[in-house]
T-cell receptor, first 115, second 113 residues
Framework: AQSVTQLGSHVSVSEGALVLLRCNYSSSVPPYLFWYVQYPNQGLQLLLK??????LVKGINGFEAEFKKSETSFHLTKPSAHMSDAAEYFC?????????????FGQGTTLQVKP | DSGVTQTPKHLITATGQRVTLRCSPRSGDLSVYWYQQSLDQGLQFLIQYYNGEERAKGNILERFSAQQFPDLHSELNLSSLELGDSALYFCASSSQGKNSPLHFGNGTRLTVT
């Protein structure tokens, strides 16, 4: 069965600093991976997705993620944090074994951006 | 705007009661998913429908049920409510394909008092 683990429930960075949110996956088959962002009182918004085309995936709002099979990782990065990036971020893997398209989510990482 | 509409936005009810949450998927999406988000459990998959048929079941209690109608909107029914059912309930929709992302509504916040 597929699963994802997000390392660090809270990450705090200064405005302008590098953002690094960690996600490791477990999958017996090549995974489909996603990053979502959730702003307060809103639903989840898709940031980017990996579907085996390219290992470096660019998303919205300047975020990108790199798929590393050897490390079973799909970490999310942004070179320079903005105050507006403060939100909760979720890594997810598609449950390929069930062939339903449902996503299995990590526990989430809250990003705090300090001025 | 994801194109997924959920109503109501907020619901406050008492223990033992029954409520219905409604979801309209994005135009053209045949799959509807229901998730529960709580502080202690995170995002938990409840159930999925595809074109009116139940496709997958997750950690959904027997007190909960769902259906998808011919116009593809879906309803999640929660009965005999308990304090622990207080949570955010999200609906998501997707088009066909295992690598299709889910598009989420803004959720219904349920408070059971």
């Amino acid at each position: 069965a597929q699963s994802v683990t997000q390392l660090g429930s809270h990450v705090s960075v200064s405005e302008g600093a590098l953002v690094l949110l960690r996600c490791n996956y477990s999958s017996s088959v090549p995974p489909y991976l996603f990053w979502y962002v959730q702003y307060p009182n809103q639903g989840l918004q898709l940031l980017l997705k990996y579907t085996s085309a390219a290992t470096l995936v660019k998303g919205i709002n300047g975020f990108e993620a790199e798929f590393k099979k050897s490390e079973t990782s799909f970490h999310l990065t942004k070179p320079s944090a903005h105050m507006s990036d403060a939100a909760e971020y979720f890594c997810a893997v598609s449950d390929i074994s069930s062939n339903t398209g449902k996503l299995i989510f990590g526990q989430g990482t809250t990003l705090q951006v300090k001025p | 705007d994801s194109g997924v509409t959920q109503t109501p936005k907020h619901l406050i009810t008492a223990t033992g009661q029954r409520v219905t949450l409604r979801c309209s998927p994005r135009s053209g999406d045949l799959s509807v998913y229901w998730y529960q988000q709580s502080l202690d459990q995170g995002l938990q998959f409840l159930i999925q429908y595809y074109n009116g048929e139940e496709r997958a079941k997750g950690n959904i209690l027997e007190r909960f049920s769902a259906q998808q109608f011919p116009d593809l909107h879906s309803e999640l029914n929660l009965s005999s409510l308990e304090l622990g059912d207080s949570a955010l309930y999200f609906c998501a929709s997707s088009s066909q394909g295992k690598n299709s992302p889910l598009h989420f509504g803004n959720g219904t916040r349920l408070t059971v008092t």
